[in-house]
């Protein structure tokens, strides 16, 4: 049985535009949002083998530090040319000092490596998994994709991480030069667009009050 989201919800991450993301996405649910950063909560390790389970290990940890239901995401961008990489590896890929600037111009180098400079052979699309998890181990777990292909130069300041390397599918601006609201592309504009947006309508047809 699916549960409802009731009272203070707990969003367990320390990425400030994923923060920022999925605080706009809870607010029409009227629901009581705390960070892991304003709780002072650690970063546990990400040992997953999925973006699944990464999701379930950062969520269970903040449900189980603070007794509060906590909502993680846990999301990358997978390259068709690159075997995958950096999938579940994304954040890795910017270094200690998240430098998303090396991070994409390394998935550059390699796909010209790779002779990857045409649109078709340069196929990417993001995924998120979004769990919420209780103090009683409950877990709710979704997840969706969104499907594109990458540019170069990289495009736009908005957003973060690889954004502006990102054309999705039928658009013909990438999501670094997107506002966060068109990026969600949730009802009126559409029905979800980002990768994280999608797996949220899921979540919220199953565990929150309808907008
Ligand atoms: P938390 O674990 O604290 O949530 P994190 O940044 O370490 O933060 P992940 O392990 O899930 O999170 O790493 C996902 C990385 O993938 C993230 O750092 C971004 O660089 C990238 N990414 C995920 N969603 C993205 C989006 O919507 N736009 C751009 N980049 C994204």
Redesign the pocket.
Known sequence: MHRRITGKLVIA???PG?LAEMRELLAPHGVEAVSAGELGLG?PE?TGNDFRS?AAI?AIAAAQATRLPAF??????VVDALDGAPGIY??RW?GPTKD?NAAMAQIERLLQERGATTPDKRRAH?V?ALCVAWPDHHLEEVEARVDGTLVWPPRGTA?????PMFLPDGHSRT?GEMESIEKHGLPPLGLGL???ARAFVKLAEICLEPR
């Open positions: 991450t320390h990425n994923k970063e990400e990464n950062k993680a995401d846990d999301s990358g961008i994304s954040a910017a998303f993001f998120s957003g973060f991480g690889y954004d999501f980002s990768h994280r």
